[in-house]
């Protein structure tokens, strides 16, 4: 989370967030607190912003960014069975509330987890049939379930992609979340959930930074910070890897389509035609 006395920026991972962040930084100050953390403080006048991205792209930059051996889900998936089971219990005393079958998950995600299948889809960003796997995979509800950011078994699991789960899970008031998302079940249910609890004033879109960050400067009272002036500045933190169009098939495509639905609905994305059948 980036704040200051104007905004407050809640960082989606691999939105451009440590991009949008430093150029929060240069033209306007402000600090980082807790990276990826959720609102935890009064907005009072300050404008909530959040960043998103195309889901297809976000999939294959996570993914990505994995395969440079970056990042927690990487590092968790293809976690040694001690070290996953530390981080389990890690978890764990950070959220009293999953403690319920806290042995029987402790087994299956370390001694039912397979180390040497997420190593293996992670070895190459050039790989587009690695991609898949791994993109199927990681919308196995238990696999969701145990690299998102709240550690309870919850059925919504069974019904959204990880994109949505942790867009909603950020950028929703952080009461209302652990209330009542552990009885959300269904893709409807967690919409009118979002309608109702969202926190953000503002989205900041990865393929519109410039030009979205430019409109949030106009309404914080710094219309001379232009898109222009923000386009000179080059991205940072970017995975290394080929147009996201190339790691799709077409029952890979409508995974996403369908278990992401609730963010291309709500945030106008279309679902690609366009895109490069791969071995």
């Given at each position: ?69 970056q990042g927690a889900i990487q590092n968790r998936l293809t976690a ?162 080929a147009d996201f169009k190339h790691y799709y098939d077409r029952d ?28």
């Open positions: 989370m980036f704040i200051n006395d104007q905004i407050i920026y809640l960082q989606l991972q691999k939105t451009g967030c440590t991009h949008i962040a430093q150029l929060l930084t240069e033209y306007l100050g402000g600090t980082s607190v807790r990276k990826h953390g959720r609102l935890q403080c009064e907005a009072a006048d300050r404008t909530v912003i959040g960043s998103i991205r195309d889901p297809w792209d976000w999939y294959v930059s996570l993914w990505a960014y994995g395969c440079m051996g040694g069975r001690g070290q996953l089971a530390l981080q389990t219990l890690r978890n764990a005393v950070r959220h009293p509330a999953s403690w319920a079958g806290l042995p029987g998950r402790l087994f299956r995600q370390t001694f039912g987890h397979d180390t040497s299948f997420w190593r293996r889809v992670y070895a190459d960003a050039s790989d587009a049939g690695a991609f898949r796997e791994w993109l199927y995979a990681i919308h196995v509800p238990r696999i969701q379930n145990m690299v998102f950011e709240d550690p309870r078994p919850m059925p919504l699991h069974r019904a959204v992609g990880l994109y949505t789960a942790r867009i909603i899970y950020l950028y929703s008031d952080p009461a209302a979340w652990e209330a009542e998302a552990h009885a959300i079940s269904d893709q409807s249910g967690l919409a009118a959930f979002y309608r109702a609890n969202s926190v953000l004033d503002r989205t900041i879109r990865t393929e519109s930074i410039a030009a979205d960050l430019g409109t949030v400067m106009a309404d914080v009272g710094r219309p001379e910070i232009t898109e222009t002036m923000l386009e000179q500045h080059s991205k940072s933190n970017a995975s290394k890897r890979a495509i409508a995974l996403v389509a369908n278990r992401d639905r609730l963010v291309i609905d709500t945030f106008g994305y279309i679902v690609p035609t366009d895109f490069i059948e791969t071995v």
